[in-house]
């Protein structure tokens, strides 16, 4: 016969593990103040795939390619990038592309940047490059960039988009004197579909103009929500159209 005291150890650390399972994690929603964007951020994120399948990823690969055009509508570029991100146990990534017949080549890791042309080591402004990944980091994963530390989140009301679409704004401002994961002192707001809550366009205020960039098309990978297609206008302070900058289209991810 086993011993009765073996038996009711047993008992009390299997009770122990099932209490640890079930406690409650921290919201990461809990250090949002304004209720409303709480309440819109909490949605969205939901509609996107949901916080526990983002914090699942490993790594990630896409393909990116950007067309830009000229005020008169006229092709100023195209350019196909090819990204690879590992997210775990620290961030590292790969921005790499073709131009002129030259291969070139971003390498960002634990907070260094360099470039590489044809495989060696190219001049470069180090903190340029850093902006250049850490923009294409954050736009990857909008909405849930918005949990970022440092970021103040505030809500600015229901508005119309020229493309008729009813969207709630919620207004950021980052600080990259604080924070070393933002890219941009630039004033931005975010809209969100008031009837399903997509993540649906951003807006820009870089000084002396305005750009405002649709989330148009959506594809799926790794149980999230991503970008498939996003236009982009040069747009007047009312958001109004002036003309189209850009198009922006994502493929070919694999997630981990």
């Given amino acids: 016969m086993k011993n009765p005291s073996h038996i009711f150890l047993a008992i009390f650390v299997l009770f122990l593990f099932a209490c640890k399972n079930n406690e409650t994690q921290p919201s990461p929603f809990a250090h949002v103040k304004d209720g409303k964007v709480k309440d819109i951020l909490e949605k969205s994120i939901a509609r996107a795939g949901g916080w526990e399948n983002y914090q699942k990823m490993d790594s990630i690969i896409y393909k990116k390619r950007t067309v830009l055009y000229d005020i008169n509508g006229e092709m100023e570029s195209d350019i196909t990038q090819f990204h690879a991100y590992q997210l775990k146990p620290y961030l590292a990534m790969s921005i790499s592309w073709e131009k002129e017949g030259d291969q070139h080549e971003i390498i960002y890791k634990k907070n260094k940047a360099r470039k590489l042309i044809n495989k060696k080591i190219a001049e470069a402004d180090e903190e340029a490059l850093k902006k250049t990944c850490m923009a294409a980091y954050y736009v990857l994963f909008m909405p849930f960039k918005l949990m970022d530390p440092g970021v103040e989140?505030?809500?600015?009301?229901?508005?119309?988009?020229?493309?008729?679409?009813?969207?709630?704004?919620?207004?950021?401002?980052?600080?990259?004197?604080?924070?070393?994961?933002?890219?941009?002192?630039?004033?931005?707001?975010?809209?969100?579909?008031?009837?399903?809550?997509?993540?649906?366009?951003?807006?820009?205020?870089?000084?002396?103009?305005?750009?405002?960039?649709?989330?148009?098309?959506?594809?799926?990978?790794?149980?999230?929500?991503?970008?498939?297609?996003?236009?982009?206008?040069?747009?007047?302070?009312?958001?109004?159209?002036?003309?189209?900058?850009?198009?922006?289209?994502?493929?070919?991810?694999?997630?981990?």
């Fill in 153 to 256: 989140l505030s809500y600015k009301g229901a508005v119309s988009l020229p493309h008729s679409k009813n969207v709630y704004a919620v207004a950021a401002n980052y600080d990259t004197g604080k924070n070393t994961n933002h890219s941009t002192n630039d004033q931005w707001e975010y809209y969100f579909d008031k009837s399903n809550y997509d993540f649906t366009a951003n807006m820009v205020d870089h000084g002396d103009y305005f750009a405002l960039i649709y989330n148009s098309e959506f594809v799926e990978a790794g149980g999230l929500r991503f970008n498939a297609y996003r236009p982009s206008y040069r747009v007047d302070n009312e958001r109004q159209h002036l003309w189209q900058r850009g198009e922006f289209f994502y493929s070919d991810f694999i997630v981990k």
